[in-house]
């Protein structure tokens, strides 16, 4: 038990090193908006899962299919 006191109390002294060096967690309001910022990466991010279907199994588990391309001919 003590042992596990110690790495505690090692652990909340770095965390406290750190928030002294990089500042306190930025925190928003927890019962806020989730703020999209739409740049390059989300809508890279939404292309690529774009490109998949959502399969539910005879189990219920949930796995990502990727589509099927078709071609215009």
Not at 6 to 34: C, K, N, S, W, Y
Not at 37 to 58: M, P
Request: aromatic share 6%.
């Amino acid at each position: 038990m003590a042992r596990e006191h110690h790495r505690l109390e090692h652990f909340m002294h770095a965390t406290e090193h750190l928030q002294g060096v990089f500042g306190p967690a930025d925190r928003g309001a927890i019962d806020g908006p989730v703020v999209h910022r739409h740049d390059e990466f989300e809508q890279a991010s939404d292309e690529d899962l774009a490109q998949f279907e959502v399969e539910t199994d005879s189990t219920g588990h949930h796995y990502g299919v990727r589509k099927p391309h078709t071609t215009n001919s």
